[in-house]
């Protein structure tokens, strides 16, 4: 039996990556609904799900994090089966569980994460709002520890209130926690705190990792990673989504397609189902990856857009050899542009009419 490290010990040593962006993954899988983004998909397709985290395992993800997020009871309520969310959370909990315990002979197990989101009732000036977050909150974290989360992830986070609320909740389980913001295109927290005050304030309040994960791609999220890294002295965490966010449009909710598109959504936007074409190459991920490694950014990841061709891209960049990295490019024997000496001169001469 490999001996299992604690996230701390693993982000002391290597680093941790975290694959994360389910929603969008299980939907262009076909097994979930955009724009509503419920993950039932682990209680309609579980073996759909364990074959996406087993997908992100085999590209080198060391932490497989259930797949809760939005399955909180408001976003029940509003699909009308509050009744579902404690099976929904126990069985995406139980798939984690079991994919983070069953990895290749003589490799050290995945962490499980336990995941809870912003609410989207979160109101600054109604206490009773805040109440009802904390229990959303409470129970979505018992049932981690119930069904044996090694750790904690709070992510999205665009009220920096509600992130210390969901931190205050996380800690008193007694395990890691992971908390990663997302301010919005206004580049502030809506409550107005900045990014860095708040990742600072959560670092004061326990946090084991802060930093951002969503809504923003690599080059709207760098800077933000840059001053959080230099001004705490906890871990720092960056998962961007794989779109070219940039400084006009600073998150994926109002990416524009600069007249490129013939055929627009009819919802308007290219958020969240035309985003596509916008999608950043792997070798922009790398470098995202590794400016963040570089100043000793050690929790890393990829959101919303995710795959694993990307997760492998964090891994080669932290050294890590998962099973997928026996599949990287090889572009030496391909047919036309490889430099291998039995491909025929006249047909690499071709290569730029091709
Ligand atoms: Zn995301």
Same mark, same amino acid.
């Given at each position: 039996m490999t001996t299992k490290r604690s996230l701390v010990e693993r982000l002391n040593q290597e680093g941790a990556i975290c694959a994360e962006g389910f929603l969008f993954e299980m939907e262009r899988r076909g097994y979930l609904t955009a724009g509503e983004f419920v993950p039932e998909v682990a209680l309609e397709y579980p073996e759909a799900l364990k074959n996406l985290h087993k997908d992100f395992q085999h590209a080198g993800s060391d932490i497989v994090e259930? =797949?809760?997020?939005? /399955?909180h009871r408001e976003k029940m309520r509003v699909i009308g089966k509050e009744d579902l969310l404690e099976p929904l959370n126990r069985a995406a909990l139980k798939i984690a569980k079991e994919v983070a315990n069953?990895?290749?002979?003589?490799s050290e197990p995945n962490l499980m994460a336990g995941n809870i989101s912003n #609410?989207?009732?979160?109101?600054? $000036?109604?206490q009773n709002s805040q109440k009802e977050v904390r229990g959303m909150f409470e129970e979505m974290i018992g049932w981690a520890v119930d069904e044996g989360a090694d750790m904690l992830v709070g992510e999205t986070f665009y009220f920096a209130e509600e992130a210390y609320c969901a931190l205050e909740a996380m800690k008193s389980s007694g395990l890691p926690c992971v908390l990663t913001i997302a301010p919005m295109g206004e580049n502030i927290?809506?409550? /107005?705190?900045?990014p860095l005050d708040t990742c600072k304030e959560l670092e004061q309040l326990g946090a084991d990792v802060v930093g951002l994960n969503c809504f923003r791609g690599p080059e709207t999220m760098l800077p933000y990673i840059k001053d959080i890294r230099a001004n705490v002295k906890c871990h720092v965490g960056a998962l961007p989504i794989p779109y070219r966010t940039? %400084?006009?449009?600073?998150?994926?909710?109002?990416?524009?397609d600069y007249d490129n598109c013939k055929c627009a959504a009819p919802h308007g936007? #290219?958020?969240? #189902?035309?985003l596509d074409p916008l999608f950043t190459n792997r070798y922009e991920i790398r470098k995202f990856m590794q400016d963040c490694y570089d100043i000793d950014v050690k929790y890393l990841g990829v959101c919303c857009g995710a795959n694993p061709m990307l997760i492998r891209e964090v891994a080669d960049v932290m050294g890590k050899t998962p099973p997928?990295?026996? =599949?990287? %490019?090889?572009? $030496?024997?391909? =047919?036309?542009?490889?430099?291998?000496?039995?491909?025929?001169e006249h047909i690499k001469d071709y290569g730029d009419k091709a």
């Open positions: 259930a =797949f809760t997020y939005n /399955g069953d990895v290749p002979e003589g #609410t989207n009732i979160w109101n600054p $000036s109604d927290m809506r409550d /107005g705190v900045t940039n %400084e006009k449009q600073p998150t994926f909710f109002n990416l524009d936007r #290219t958020f969240p #189902t035309a997928a990295m026996r =599949f990287r %490019e090889n572009m $030496s024997n391909h =047919f036309m542009y490889g430099t291998n000496k039995r491909i025929p």
